[in-house]
């Protein structure tokens, strides 16, 4: 019935019926106005110096830029501080719901996303130590597991080089888009260093266990354009339009329901970490998030607080 009536309405007497278009999902027609983004001016962002943060409060989103382009963005233990500090940020920010991770590249120096850990400052115990630390420590670790319980949706960008534990942290994150002249690989064999954590196991999932194990083996880089064949990365991009894609992306996410996409995420998650704390336990704790905010829930807390037997019939909508 409905056939016949779009096909009268939409296309008149004699013309060919309406065909199915992926284009009906209206990504196409999303503005790609690049972000405009206000410095944040808390007290903790302005004391940053290994990355930026800005906001953008039209867009609701976050950005959070490596700044260390001399080193191709290398991380030390600061600069591994400062993200979590900024994704903390962005986790509390209620008007934040997307949250970016990308680089600041400036002509002078190759473009990077970011070349892994600071090997100027890899320590012999056993970590990192830039003398910011109480002792040596893995703290990308850290990062990676408060990345992937984030409940908003992390985007990286991508500009060059995504390497050893920059190309960890691009896997990490919920979406990668890329400009076209990005590479992307693990060196650790060859650095005398390995991951076998989610480095591996993240890895594995996006491009299955032959091709993960040739980036490992190897220590072999893809481009842009094997990337994406692979599964590694979402979209590639000529440089002049990434600023636009990523508006573009970002603004499709934001139409959608952010409790969804939560939620969604949280069962990806566990999908992939199985139960205990980083699987089911996040899914089922976003649940009773949104059930404390239902009648039947507040009915046995207020039952409690009112000395009284709880009626839960009278609020159930099951
Ligand atoms: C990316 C490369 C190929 C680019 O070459 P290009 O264009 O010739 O530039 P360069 O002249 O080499 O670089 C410019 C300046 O940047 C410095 N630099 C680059 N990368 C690093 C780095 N990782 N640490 C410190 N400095 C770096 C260069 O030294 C140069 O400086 P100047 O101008 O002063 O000479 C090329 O740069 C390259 O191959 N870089 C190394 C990339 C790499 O191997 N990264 C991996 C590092 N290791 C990890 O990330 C280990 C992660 C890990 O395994 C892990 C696992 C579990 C838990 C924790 C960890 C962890 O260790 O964190």
Redesign the pocket.
């Known amino acids: 019935m409905s056939a016949g009536r779009s096909s009268n309405r939409k296309t008149g007497e004699g013309a060919p019926p309406p065909q199915p278009s992926k284009h009906r999902d209206g990504f196409e027609l999303i503005s790609r106005i690049p972000i405009e983004w206000t410095k944040y001016q808390s007290k903790e962002s302005q004391s940053f110096v290994d990355i930026t943060y800005d906001i953008s409060i039209q867009d609701r989103c976050s950005r959070i830029a490596f700044n260390r382009p001399?080193?191709?963005h290398?991380?030390r233990p600061q600069t591994i501080r400062e993200i979590q500090q900024a994704l903390q940020l962005s986790i509390d920010n209620t008007d934040v719901s997307v949250i970016i991770l990308t680089s600041n590249n400036i002509p002078k120096?190759?473009p990077?996303f970011c070349?892994?850990?600071?090997?100027?400052v890899?320590n012999n115990n056993g970590g990192?130590q830039d003398g910011t630390e109480v002792y040596p420590k893995?703290r990308?670790?850290e990062l990676q597991v408060e990345m992937r319980r984030c409940p908003k949706p992390i985007m990286c960008v991508v500009d060059g080089?995504a390497?050893?534990?920059?190309h960890?942290l691009h896997m990490m994150c919920d979406l990668t888009i890329a400009s076209n002249r990005s590479?992307f690989g693990?060196?650790?064999p060859?650095?005398g260093?390995?991951?076998?954590?989610y480095?591996s196991t993240r890895m594995t999932r996006l491009i299955g266990q032959k091709r993960s194990r040739e980036l490992w083996f190897l220590c072999r880089y893809m481009d842009s354009k094997e990337a994406y064949d692979t599964g590694l990365i979402n979209a590639s991009y000529p440089l002049p339009d990434l600023d636009g894609r990523t508006a573009q992306w970002v603004r499709r996410i934001n139409m959608n329901s952010s409790t969804a996409i939560t939620c969604v995420k949280m069962a990806l998650n566990a999908d992939e970490d199985g139960g205990g704390a980083f699987g089911i336990q996040q899914l089922g704790g976003q649940l009773t998030k949104m059930f404390y905010q239902t009648k039947e829930s507040q009915e046995g807390r207020d039952a409690f607080l009112q000395k009284r037997p709880p009626n839960f019939i009278l609020h159930s909508k099951l």
């Open positions: 001399n080193v191709l290398a991380f120096y190759t990077a070349a892994g850990g600071d090997q100027t890899r990192y893995l990308v670790l080089y390497i050893g534990g920059g960890i590479i693990q060196t650790g060859r650095m260093s390995f991951d076998a954590g480095g």
